[in-house]
Every structure is written in structure tokens, then in C-alpha cells.
């Protein structure tokens, strides 16, 4: 056993301990991800502070999020022809300049909604590029046994970014106005690109034919559609999304914090932010779990959890003096069901797909599970007008429980990603 420090450290850094290329790539991803969040702060705030009403600033935050839905099956194509760690970088001096662009126009006084929705529709293209080269190139820089662990420790940086991305912002928001913290979020974009240019070596997926970009487009899509495990993930993932939706995006679960339970915006908003920590217990446990009872489980588990809470919160009284702890044990029980089930996804995916594939099945997968959002939204707003808030979780639940049983009956539940990768 080696105990010099060198040994030490190596051990409880584990996987970023050993590797090298993933420790940069995984600093690269700690600092995007709270200069993700970050920007989801502020730019809202700084059409805020010129006059935006409410309908605008809701457009503003959707521009960011509209890139997925008509540019989720091309970037995966792209992705895969291009060089994948060239592809991070540039998304990141993009999304760096984008936002200088924005403080500068601030401190010329020139700044306009116009220039902001620009400044999101921009940050939002490079985003989806971003997000599915991200992970397409994961299987080039780990070996397949560490799949798992990788995954782990960048779900477990997401759930920190998650949870500290939206304090930073509104601290610097706070502190030097929404305009100019964007100035401290370009740096962070800047220092991310920087990480992950030290990566060094070529990340582009090895192939032996250039087919027309349609051919490509189509292999993608194929591939999710003819392979049993990957189009029961897709189908699984729409419902579960379409009830997150209906549920998170459409603002449905704030009116049931405050209107059915009670609660007040800041206390609410405490409980449901401490009870993110449930994804940092699911990142660090994911890797055990699934060594148990196999990646398969563990999703179809997850599934179920998840199902469980939200009918779970359906059931809290506003009467009760246990409400606000209530709330709390269910959305750590949530959050650590989103963190293990997204670890485990990642994993088979990566495990599944060739090399040459990953970014036009993450497209493909990006595109079908992300874009329904939207219409999740629309659908919890209509239920809200007709149904209770409390109904809303029922029926959400039951569109979890289904995914859940879609996921059991399927060839999910006996797949192990670790003892493939042994192999």
C-alpha cells in the first residue's frame, strides 16, 4: 500500500487521482456548471432592471432552453464529426463572449431586452453543442470499468453546481448588479475552455465512412428506435419528463408549496434547496449500488422512487406540524433518485453505443426527453386551472409509476453496464 502523500491523495481522489485527462475534464465541467447556473440568474435579472415584465422574462428563460428542441438532432451529427474536445472549448469561448458582449453593452448603457434575448439564444446554442460533447467523449478518456465512478463524481458536481450556481448568482447579482456579475461568469466559461484545452489529444470518433449529413442523422435515430434498451430509456424518460414538467417547469410545485401548504417563498424555496444534498448522497452511492444489483435495477429503482415521492407529497397536510419535514425527507429522497437513475443512464448509454454513435444517440436522446418539457409545462398549467395542485402530483406519480413498469418489462432490468465492461 502506498501511504506517501502522492498514494494518499490518489486514493480518495479516485478515478481524477489516476487520471490525469479526466481531472482536467472533470475541473472543466465544475466550473461550467455554476457558470450555467449562474447565467440562468442573472440574465433574467438584468432584463429585470430594464423594465422586462413578467410574460418577457419568462420568453427570455425559455430562448435559452429553445436550441434543444430544433437543434438537438443536427448537433448530435456535428458531434460526431468534428473533434469533441474542440467542440467544448469552442462552445465555451463562445458562451464567454457572448456574455462580454452583454456587459459591455451595460456599461455603455446600451444594453436592450433585444441584445439579452440575442445573448440567450447564443449561450443556448452552444449549450446543446456543449452538453452532448460533454458526454460523447467521456468513453475516450476512462476506461469502461470506470464509467460508473466518472459519471458519479460529474453528477455529484452537478448537484454542488445546482445548489451553489444559484446562491453565487444571486449573491454577485446582489452585490455588483445582474449586468456585471455576467463579467464573472464570461471569466468562468474562459477558465473552463482553458481546463479542458490542457486535456490536450485528438477527441475526434474514429471512422471509416463519411456519409451525407441526412445518412448520419438517420443512423442516430435509428439506432435509439432499433436497440431495445436505448428506445425503452427514450419512451421511459418522455413520460417521466412530461410529468417533471408539468410538476417543476411550469411553477406547479411553487403554488403547491404556497398555496397548499402553506409555505412561504424563502421557506419553501430553504427546504426544497437543503433537500438537494439527496443528489450528492445519490452520486456517492450510485457506484456500490450498482456493483450489487447492476445499472438496470438501479434505474428501474429510481424510477420507482421517484414515483413514490411525488404521489408521497400528494399526501402532505398543511395542518400538520411535520409539513416542512415531511417535505424535506421526500425531496431528499427525489433528488438522490434523480442523481442514482441519471448516473445509471449515462452509464449504459456510454456502455451500449459505439464510440462513433455517442453524439448522435445523445442528440437523438436530448431532443426526445428534453424538448417534451416544454409541453409538460403547458399540460401542468391546464391541469392547474382544472384539477387541484394536489391532483397534479397523483397524476404525475402515476406517469412515473408507468415509465417505471415500461422500464421492468423491458430488457433493462437484467443489465449490468460493469460486467459488460469487464468483458
Known amino acids: 500500500m502506498d501511504l506517501s502523500p502522492r498514494g494518499l491523495v490518489s486514493r480518495l481522489a479516485g478515478l481524477a487521482g489516476r487520471n490525469r485527462e479526466f481531472a482536467r475534464y472533470w475541473s472543466a465541467q465544475a466550473v461550467t456548471i455554476v457558470g450555467t447556473q449562474v447565467t440562468m440568474i442573472a440574465l433574467p435579472l438584468a432584463a429585470v432592471g430594464l423594465g422586462a415584465s413578467p410574460s418577457t422574462v419568462g420568453a ?63 449561450v443556448g446554442v452552444f ?22 465512478e466518472a459519471n458519479s463524481k460529474l453528477e455529484l458536481t452537478n448537484s ?5 450556481g444559484p446562491a453565487l448568482g444571486g449573491a454577485l447579482v446582489g452585490w455588483i448588479r445582474a449586468a456585471p456579475a455576467l463579467a464573472a461568469d464570461a471569466a468562468s466559461y474562459a477558465l473552463a475552455a482553458f481546463f479542458t484545452w ?4 485528438s477527441h ?7 456519409p451525407s449529413f441526412a445518412a ?8 435509439v428506435v432499433q436497440s431495445p434498451i436505448q428506445r425503452s430509456l427514450v419512451l421511459a424518460l418522455m413520460i417521466a419528463n412530461l410529468a417533471s414538467g408539468a410538476l417543476f417547469v411550469s411553477g406547479a410545485h411553487v403554488m403547491f408549496g404556497a398555496e397548499t401548504l402553506g409555505l412561504d417563498v424563502g421557506a419553501y424555496g430553504a427546504i426544497v434547496g437543503l433537500g438537494s444534498l439527496g443528489a450528492a448522497v445519490g452520486s456517492l452511492a450510485a457506484r456500490k449500488v450498482a456493483s450489487l444489483i447492476g445499472e438496470g435495477v438501479m434505474i428501474v429503482s429510481a424510477f420507482g422512487l421517484f414515483g413514490a415521492v411525488l404521489f408521497g407529497m400528494s399526501l402532505i397536510s398543511a395542518d400538520s406540524s411535520m409539513t416542512g419535514a415531511a417535505l424535506f425527507a421526500l425531496q431528499l429522497g427525489m433528488t438522490c433518485a434523480f442523481a442514482a437513475g441519471s448516473i445509471g443512464i449515462a452509464t449504459i448509454v456510454q456502455t451500449v453505443t459505439p464510440k462513433s454513435l455517442l453524439g448522435r444517440v445523445g442528440g437523438v436522446g436530448r431532443f426526445a426527453t428534453w424538448g ?12 392547474a386551472d382544472a384539477y387541484s395542485l394536489t391532483g397534479i402530483f397523483r397524476l404525475s406519480a402515476a406517469f412515473v409509476a408507468t415509465a417505471a413498469l415500461l422500464l421492468l418489462a423491458g430488457p433493462l432490468r437484467t443489465y449490468v453496464a460493469h460486467k459488460v465492461a469487464d468483458h
Open 216 to 223: 448520419e442523422l438517420k443512423q442516430g435515430i435509428q439506432y
Open 198 to 201: 490542457r486535456m490536450g489529444g
Open 127 to 148: 449549450h446543446i453543442l456543449y452538453a452532448i460533447a460533454s458526454r460523447a467523449i467521456i468513453p475516450s478518456i476512462v476506461e469502461r470499468a470506470d464509467l460508473v
Open 372 to 383: 417534451i418539457l416544454p409541453f409538460g409545462s403547458i399540460l401542468g398549467g391546464a391541469l
Open 204 to 210: 475526434r470518433a474514429e471512422r471509416s465512412d463519411r
Open 60 to 122: 427570455l428563460g425559455a430562448t435559452q432552453w429553445a436550441p434543444f428542441v430544433f437543434l438537438g438532432l443536427p448537433a448530435g451529427v456535428w458531434v460526431d464529426r468534428l473533434d469533441r474536445r474542440r467542440v467544448m472549448i469552442a462552445c465555451d469561448v463562445g458562451r464567454s463572449l457572448a456574455l462580454c458582449v452583454v456587459v459591455a453593452l451595460a456599461l455603455l448603457n446600451a444594453l436592450t431586452i433585444a441584445s439579452l434575448f440575442a445573448a440567450a439564444l447564443t
Open 160 to 164: 454542488a453546481g445546482r445548489l451553489a
